[in-house]
């Protein structure tokens, strides 16, 4: 594809003649590779460093375009930023972690499956408090409206000072055109926003979120790291850098 960007398009398209060749090959059909089930499993990597690193990862339902201003809403609420739920509670309220987050990414394309991804970057003796901590957390979506307030706000003000322009115009419509979207999507969002309640994303989360499985990745010292708690939080595989680096 050949994307203009400028005034005289009729000069341009023929100056850009003598660079289109006519199509000789036919282009094979696209490969689809299926998203695994994410089913409770614990993949473990031993290492030699002073913090530990757990990230879980689970697999949601396919992507929804009529879910993505509560998609904004629940990151800036409860996952990521400094002013959400999960970094105030672990970090700044009980001192469990270095960082820490959840994040909702909705996919790019659609009938593919969106991903939450949760994070604790912390003290090998404290993995076990921090995923507690992180487990709370995440039973039942937290109730607290002046935040919730804040991340509306938050959510809203984003989009309208965002602007898309130059060639992130073109590379916004390709990716729109992913999801079967002709126009501006940023509209039907900022609208979503505004009419959501604490009830709405409560029950997004409770659908979306709530029944997930996740697999576990774990990195860090093992002489460092209860084992035998690890072992408890799934199907527990240790895998050698040898075989994620493959050298």
């Known amino acids: 594809q050949i994307f203009f960007y400028g005034k005289d398009f009729n ?8 660079f289109v060749e006519k199509e000789i090959l036919t282009v094979p059909a696209k490969k689809i590779y299926p998203d695994p089930a994410t089913e409770g ?4 990597t031993n290492y030699d460093m002073v913090q530990t690193e757990m990230s879980k990862v689970g697999k949601g339902n396919n992507v929804d375009i009529k879910n993505f201003g509560k ?30 987050y959840v994040s909702y990414a909705a996919n790019g394309e659609l009938n593919k499956p ?5 994070y604790i970057g ?10 507690n901590a992180m487990d709370e957390l995440m039973a039942n979506l937290p109730q607290i409206p002046a935040q919730f307030d804040n991340a509306k706000y938050s959510a809203l003000k984003q989009i309208a000072s965002a602007r898309i322009n130059r060639t992130n115009i073109f ?6 055109k992913k ?26 989360y409770n659908t979306e979120v709530k029944p997930l499985k996740y ?21 527990f595989q240790e895998v050698s850098l040898e075989e994620i680096f493959g050298y």
């Open 11 to 18: 000069k341009f398209k023929n100056y850009a003649k003598s």
């Open 122 to 131: 912390t003290q090998a003796n404290k993995l076990p408090q921090a995923v």
């Open 215 to 235: 697999n576990t990745a774990i990195i860090g010292k093992k002489e460092n790291l209860d084992m035998d708690s690890i072992n408890k939080m799934g199907t």
């Open 114 to 118: 969106d991903y939450v991804t949760t």
């Open 179 to 204: 999801l079967g979207v002709d126009y501006d999507l940023r509209k039907d969002i900022y609208a979503e926003i505004g009419k959501l309640t604490l009830a709405d994303l409560t029950n997004f």
């Open 41 to 44: 499993k614990v993949f473990f």
């Open 171 to 176: 590379f916004n419509q390709l990716n729109l």
């Open 71 to 100: 998609i904004n809403v629940f990151n800036e609420y409860f996952g990521r930023g400094l002013s959400s739920i999960v970094f105030q509670e672990i970090r700044e309220s009980k001192s469990l972690a270095y960082s820490a």
